[in-house]
T-cell receptor
Framework: SQELEQSPQSLIVQEGKNLTINCTSS?????LYWYKQKYGEGLIFLMM?????EEKSHEKITAKLDEKKQQSSLHITASQPSHAGIYLC??????????FGQGTRLTINP | KAGVTQTPRYLIKTRGQQVTLSCSPI?????VSWYQQTPGQGLQFLFE???????NKGNFPGRFSGRQFSNSRSEMNVSTLELGDSALYLC????????????FGPGTRLTVL
């Protein structure tokens, strides 16, 4: 079965700094989603990547799916307190169900 | 368009009891998936329903069951509750198409005492 590993598991950055979260798959990714979750709440969809090399941006968040389609990175530029939360990557393994990474907990210090 | 709604938001039960959670998908969405989230195991897939039929199932014991109604609303039932069933239960709905994003509800926080 497909597994997703996220790194780092937790991250503390100073407000205004850039940061990167990685998501590595044990198998080829057919689709890769990034979600954000505030503690104890539902998941908020950020973006979806499908094609190798694809890169998408939303406000100050950019995500990229590498050419071999087994890794994705999420980059936040000039972090703000509103970026704090848990970031999860999810993969569609071709069986219509989402497999998730364990999440990266992001803390932004003012 | 209203988002995915889940009821109740919080629930406290004791071991051995059973519980039913409800999920109303986004209007027009026929696929509803359920997930369990715990600190130790993370987010794990329970099952997916599409047009009242279970289309996919995760690796959970038979105590976990679900169903979907003709209006796409879904319920999840857990019988003979165990302490380890304490978790945030999330449901998500999706439009047709494998690569459509899933929209998640706020979750039901279940505590088993």
């Amino acid at each position: 079965s497909q597994e997703l590993e996220q790194s780092p598991q937790s991250l503390i950055v100073q407000e205004g700094k850039n940061l990167t979260i990685n998501c590595t798959s044990s198998k080829t990714l057919y689709g890769l989603y990034w979600y954000k979750q505030k503690y104890g709440e539902g998941l908020i969809f950020l973006m979806m990547l499908q094609k190798g090399g694809e890169e998408k941006s939303h406000e100050k968040i950019t995500a990229k799916l590498d050419e071999k389609k087994q890794q994705s990175s999420l980059h936040i530029t000039a972090s703000q307190p509103s970026h704090a939360g848990i970031y999860l990557c999810g993969a569609v393994p071709g069986a219509q169900k989402l497999v998730f990474g364990q999440g990266t907990r992001l803390t932004i210090n003012p | 368009k209203a988002g995915v709604t889940q009821t109740p938001r919080y629930l406290i039960k004791t071991r051995g009891q059973q519980v039913t959670l409800s999920c109303s998908p986004i209007s027009g969405h026929r696929s509803v998936s359920w997930y369990q989230q715990t600190p130790g195991q993370g987010l794990q897939f329970l099952f997916e329903y599409f047009s009242e039929t279970q289309r996919n199932k995760g690796n959970f014991p038979g105590r976990f069951s679900g169903r979907q109604f003709s209006n796409s609303r879904s319920e999840m039932n857990v019988s003979t509750l165990e302490l380890g069933d304490s978790a945030l239960y999330l449901c998500a709905s999706r439009g047709q198409g494998t690569y459509n994003e899933q929209f998640f509800g706020p979750g039901t926080r279940l505590t088993v005492l």
